[in-house]
């Protein structure tokens, strides 16, 4: 038997509701098939499962929010006879009960650290119940220690808004995720942040006759030549594809770019294009147009929100020359691009106007030095000089 | 009906003599003399040299013989004079009383009662001030008994003498001159359950024997600053009463652990990781401990009571938890 | 040939598509002479998918080199109307 357990689509997320199964009981599912779709604070995601066999037991009703980790369904993998009644298991669909472990415990820093939030369990319990974020609030207790009252009366105050539509409380909802995620970065990771001028002429030249070669529906966009050189040059310098887990280090063998995506209503997801160092640029392309309309649809898979082992984030559209970015824990990097803009350059002892985009690279110090930082720019620049080969 | 302490206590033996054949008071200076608190005054006189017997000075001797009247049909109350002295009856309190049940695989029953005084703040210096109950209820296989009020002191004796194993009556030296109120009609009390005092919703102040007077006083101090404390007098240490305790914690969130034990390795350490355990998520600031200062008890007056919890600073730990 | 009815048909066809893009934009206060990326905050991908639906919808050949007359509602409605021609 194996369990099909509430995934965790990203670091922040601590529990999500059950929107539908995508499979009935008695249904043969694949590895890699849609079981479920959940809401999370972020969007409706659909979620695979990672086993091949039956659906055994539907554990947890459509409107069910629970914890992650919580068992949802029972897959009885092939091969596996059928339970009897003679052995009935006994997994109960939980309530959300956040007495065991209240999820916002998951966005205090370490102890170690010295910063950690002053707060009493029982207020920080009653936070994870209202759903109040525990890092904004005022203590007023003993060495200014979060108590319940605090929480309370923050309470108090956000149910005073009254009423607000589902998009908007999602909106409200995604602001504090952000809010939670980032706040948890910049008090956790010390950042290093490096950047370098890259000539895109060569690239932009070889886009300009690649594209006029291209049907209009399999055009490329410079972003994807962006993530497929980032995907390449991490090849070269892997602790930047990482992630941090319990204060060490967990390279991953796989290269799975999260592209930041800014959503039309405000906020943002980055997701995922799996194993983009493999992937041609059409192919790439497609994956990323497909990945940017299912964002926007709230249509997101788990796999997608999950995986990313690093994220890209291009702010050229908006004019921005150079991305300072923060990382999203537990990654331990982000590369940053700019707009392409003009600019003098001086190649062979002449001043020649230049397409250039700033590049930059935000870095956990924990797990890379400015040194390795340096040579992952420098072989993206060398990637982008020859994008016939990417 | 107002009654001191002391009569609480003669009151409850007297009325087991009477009713029970099988019940006998050994001890030291408990016949001729009338017990050093006077809880035996005319015993001698009323039921006579075989049921009130006076011991030789050795504690290991006298409790040994009551184990062995126990086992051997006896209803035997021990007075052990005080908590200082029963270090020299430790062995057969652990060895034998505590465990015979067990060795023979429940064949024997040590239906025995041992009372004694405990507790400082007499200025009777550092040898005659201990406060072990704490030890004793660590001890599988006894039963441990800390009657504050009159009531209980009456009558946790007499529900001690129908318990088929060894009970350990704790009666705070200081108590035996208190009056209190004895309610009406009663006789035997129940030992399984703390008791609350004094209801209140900001803190919970979690006590026993001689140092539930002083938090009483302090939970009324706190109540004219507009803090309402509520008292648990525990009672029974062992078995202790979890859930009075965890009611009381989950309804106050705070909870100051009054013992007049050292803090370190006190029964109050135990109450403390019970809460910590089981209602750690209820807590609203960490659990606080009121105990003995970590010296030997000192003999002058001034220095005893700096030593020791009073009121003053129970209310003190408990205004360091609010603000 | 190009009539005033055909030129408003292919106006409220080229909207319909933005509106696609931009569920959110209110279209009616969109200056059909002003660039709409700015105006719709759409990014290079938005007007690479719209020129993806004009080319779908109205059957024409747009190469990048021509992404510069697309950029405004006018100029697309003009660029359709061209291509009949």
């Given at each position: 038997?194996?369990?099909?357990?509430?995934?965790?689509?990203?670091?922040?997320?601590?529990?999500?509701?059950?929107?539908?199964?995508?499979?009935?009981?008695?249904?043969?599912?694949?590895?890699?098939?849609?079981?479920?779709?959940?809401?999370?604070?972020?969007?409706?995601?659909?979620?695979?499962?990672?086993?091949?066999?039956?659906?055994?037991?539907?554990?947890?009703?459509?409107?069910?929010?629970?914890?992650?980790?919580?068992?949802?369904?029972?897959?009885?993998?092939?091969?596996?006879?059928?339970?009897?009644?003679?052995?009935?298991?006994?997994?109960?669909?939980?309530?959300?009960?956040?007495?065991?472990?209240?999820?916002?415990?998951?966005?205090?820093?370490?102890?170690?650290?010295?910063?950690?939030?002053?707060?009493?369990?029982?207020?920080?319990?009653?936070?994870?119940?209202?759903?109040?974020?525990?890092?904004?609030?005022?203590?007023?207790?003993?060495?200014?220690?979060?108590?319940?009252?605090?929480?309370?009366?923050?309470?108090?105050?956000?149910?005073?808004?009254?009423?607000?539509?589902?998009?908007?409380?999602?909106?409200?909802?995604?602001?504090?995720?952000?809010?939670?995620?980032?706040?948890?970065?910049?008090?956790?990771?010390?950042?290093?942040?490096?950047?370098?001028?890259?000539?895109?002429?060569?690239?932009?030249?070889?886009?300009?006759?690649?594209?006029?070669?291209?049907?209009?529906?399999?055009?490329?966009?410079?972003?994807?030549?962006?993530?497929?050189?980032?995907?390449?040059?991490?090849?070269?310098?892997?602790?930047?594809?990482?992630?941090?887990?319990?204060?060490?280090?967990?390279?991953?063998?796989?290269?799975?770019?999260?592209?930041?995506?800014?959503?039309?209503?405000?906020?943002?997801?980055?997701?995922?294009?799996?194993?983009?160092?493999?992937?041609?640029?059409?192919?790439?392309?497609?994956?990323?147009?497909?990945?940017?309309?299912?964002?926007?649809?709230?249509?997101?898979?788990?796999?997608?929100?999950?995986?990313?082992?690093?994220?890209?984030?291009?702010?050229?559209?908006?004019?921005?020359?150079?991305?300072?970015?923060?990382?999203?824990?537990?990654?331990?990097?982000?590369?940053?691009?700019?707009?392409?803009?003009?600019?003098?350059?001086?190649?062979?002892?002449?001043?020649?106007?230049?397409?250039?985009?700033?590049?930059?690279?935000?870095?956990?110090?924990?797990?890379?030095?400015?040194?390795?930082?340096?040579?992952?720019?420098?072989?993206?620049?060398?990637?982008?000089?020859?994008?016939?080969?990417? | 009906?107002?009654?001191?302490?002391?009569?609480?206590?003669?009151?409850?033996?007297?009325?087991?003599?009477?009713?029970?054949?099988?019940?006998?008071?050994?001890?030291?200076?408990?016949?001729?003399?009338?017990?050093?608190?006077?809880?035996?005054?005319?015993?001698?006189?009323?039921?006579?040299?075989?049921?009130?017997?006076?011991?030789?000075?050795?504690?290991?001797?006298?409790?040994?013989?009551?184990?062995?009247?126990?086992?051997?049909?006896?209803?035997?109350?021990?007075?052990?004079?005080?908590?200082?002295?029963?270090?020299?009856?430790?062995?057969?309190?652990?060895n034998n009383a505590a465990t015979l049940?067990?060795?023979?695989?429940?064949?024997?029953?040590?239906?025995?009662?041992?009372?004694?005084?405990?507790?400082?703040?007499?200025q009777v210096a550092a040898q005659h001030?201990?406060?072990?109950?704490?030890?004793?209820?660590?001890?599988?296989?006894?039963?441990?008994?800390?009657?504050?009020?009159?009531?209980?002191?009456?009558?946790?004796?007499?529900?001690?003498?129908?318990?088929?194993?060894?009970?350990?009556?704790?009666?705070?030296?200081?108590?035996?001159?208190?009056?209190?109120?004895?309610?009406?009609?009663?006789?035997?009390?129940?030992?399984?359950?703390?008791?609350?005092?004094?209801?209140?919703?900001?803190?919970?102040?979690?006590?026993?024997?001689?140092?539930?007077?002083?938090?009483?006083?302090?939970?009324?101090?706190?109540?004219?600053?507009?803090?309402?404390?509520?008292?648990?007098?525990?009672r029974v240490l062992r078995p202790l009463?979890?859930?009075?305790?965890?009611?009381?914690?989950?309804?106050?969130?705070?909870?100051?652990?009054?013992?007049?034990?050292?803090?370190?390795?006190?029964?109050?350490?135990?109450?403390?990781?019970?809460?910590?355990?089981?209602?750690?998520?209820?807590?609203?600031?960490?659990?606080?401990?009121?105990?003995?200062?970590?010296?030997?008890?000192?003999?002058?007056?001034?220095?005893?009571?700096?030593?020791?919890?009073?009121?003053?600073?129970?209310?003190?730990?408990?205004?360091?938890?609010?603000? | 040939?190009?009539?005033?009815?055909?030129?408003?048909?292919?106006?409220?066809?080229?909207?319909?598509?933005?509106?696609?893009?931009?569920?959110?934009?209110?279209?009616?206060?969109?200056?059909?002479?002003?660039?709409?990326?700015?105006?719709?905050?759409?990014?290079?991908?938005?007007?690479?998918?719209?020129?993806?639906?004009?080319?779908?919808?109205?059957?024409?050949?747009?190469?990048?080199?021509?992404?510069?007359?697309?950029?405004?509602?006018?100029?697309?409605?003009?660029?359709?109307?061209?291509?009949?021609?």
């Amino acid at each position: 038997m194996a369990e099909f357990v509430m995934p965790t689509l990203g670091a922040d997320m601590t529990e999500g509701t059950l929107v539908q199964w995508k499979k009935r009981i008695g249904d043969p599912i694949a590895k890699g098939e849609i079981i479920a779709e959940v809401d999370t604070e972020k969007a409706a995601i659909e979620v695979e499962c990672h086993t091949s066999g039956i659906v055994e037991q539907l554990l947890t009703k459509p409107g069910d929010k629970v914890p992650v980790g919580t068992v949802m369904a029972i897959i009885r993998e092939a091969g596996q006879p059928a339970t009897t009644s003679a052995q009935p298991r006994n997994i109960a669909p939980q309530p959300v009960t956040p007495s065991r472990n209240p999820p916002v415990a998951k966005t205090a820093p370490a102890s170690s650290s010295g910063t950690r939030l002053r707060i009493s369990p029982a207020a920080r319990k009653l936070a994870a119940e209202r759903g109040i974020d525990p890092t904004g609030l005022q203590g007023t207790g003993p060495e200014g220690t979060i108590t319940l009252d605090d929480v309370t009366r923050a309470a108090t105050v956000a149910a005073g808004v009254g009423t607000v539509t589902t998009a908007a409380e999602r909106q409200a909802r995604m602001r504090q995720t952000i809010a939670a995620a980032m706040a948890r970065s910049k008090r956790e990771i010390p950042h290093y942040y490096l950047s370098t001028t890259i000539d895109m002429s060569r690239a932009l030249a070889w886009l300009t006759t690649e594209n006029g070669r291209r049907p209009v529906t399999e055009r490329l966009l410079v972003s994807v030549l962006f993530i497929k050189a980032v995907a390449l040059a991490l090849r070269q310098v892997p602790e930047l594809n990482a992630l941090w887990k319990d204060g060490e280090t967990v390279k991953s063998e796989r290269i799975h770019i999260g592209t930041a995506i800014s959503l039309r209503q405000g906020g943002l997801v980055a997701p995922a294009l799996h194993d983009a160092d493999r992937a041609g640029l059409g192919e790439l392309m497609q994956r990323f147009q497909d990945l940017v309309k299912r964002a926007r649809a709230g249509s997101l898979r788990s796999s997608e929100l999950s995986d990313p082992t690093i994220t890209v984030t291009s702010l050229g559209e908006q004019g921005v020359e150079t991305v300072f970015g923060v990382i999203y824990p537990p990654q331990v990097a982000l590369v940053g691009f700019g707009k392409v803009v003009e600019r003098p350059w001086v190649a062979n002892g002449l001043i020649v106007p230049r397409p250039v985009v700033t590049a930059s690279l935000s870095a956990d110090h924990r797990v890379s030095d400015g040194h390795r930082g340096g040579l992952f720019l420098a072989e993206l620049d060398r990637l982008l000089q020859e994008p016939q080969s990417l | 009906m107002n009654i001191t302490y002391r009569e609480a206590v003669r009151s409850g033996m007297r009325e087991a003599l009477q009713r029970d054949p099988r019940v006998f008071l050994m001890g030291e200076d408990v016949g001729r003399y009338g017990g050093t608190y006077a809880c035996s005054k005319g015993f001698l006189d009323e039921f006579g040299p075989e049921r009130i017997r006076d011991t030789p000075l050795s504690e290991s001797t006298f409790v040994g013989a009551g184990i062995g009247a126990a086992l051997g049909g006896m209803r035997p109350i021990v007075e052990v004079m005080t908590v200082n002295f029963s270090l020299l009856a430790l062995d057969q309190i652990m060895n034998n009383a505590a465990t015979l049940r067990h060795m023979s695989g429940g064949q024997f029953s040590v239906p025995l009662v041992v009372r004694m005084a405990t507790g400082a703040g007499r200025q009777v210096a550092a040898q005659h001030s201990h406060s072990l109950e704490g030890w004793y209820a660590h001890i599988p296989g006894i039963t441990v008994l800390t009657p504050a009020t009159v009531t209980d002191a009456r009558g946790m004796l007499l529900t001690a003498l129908e318990q088929p194993d060894p009970v350990f009556i704790f009666e705070h030296a200081y108590l035996y001159s208190m009056e209190g109120s004895l309610e009406e009609g009663s006789i035997a009390v129940e030992i399984s359950h703390a008791a609350v005092r004094r209801i209140g919703k900001d803190v919970s102040l979690l006590t026993f024997g001689g140092s539930l007077w002083k938090t009483l006083a302090a939970a009324t101090q706190l109540a004219q600053e507009g803090i309402e404390a509520e008292v648990v007098d525990l009672r029974v240490l062992r078995p202790l009463d979890h859930d009075t305790i965890l009611t009381s914690v989950r309804k106050t969130h705070r909870a100051v652990v009054i013992d007049e034990a050292w803090r370190t390795g006190s029964f109050a350490a135990e109450v403390s990781a019970v809460i910590m355990e089981q209602a750690f998520y209820e807590l609203d600031a960490p659990v606080a401990r009121m105990c003995s200062e970590e010296v030997p008890i000192p003999y002058p007056k001034h220095l005893e009571e700096a030593a020791l919890p009073s009121a003053e600073k129970i209310a003190q730990a408990v205004r360091r938890l609010l603000r | 040939m190009t009539t005033a009815s055909s030129d408003a048909e292919t106006r409220a066809q080229i909207l319909r598509l933005l509106g696609d893009i931009a569920p959110e934009a209110d279209l009616a206060c969109l200056n059909p002479d002003v660039g709409f990326r700015d105006q719709l905050d759409l990014d290079s991908m938005d007007f690479l998918n719209f020129v993806v639906s004009l080319h779908k919808t109205f059957h024409i050949e747009i190469p990048e080199t021509d992404y510069p007359k697309y950029m405004t509602l006018n100029g697309c409605v003009a660029q359709v109307a061209a291509s009949r021609t």
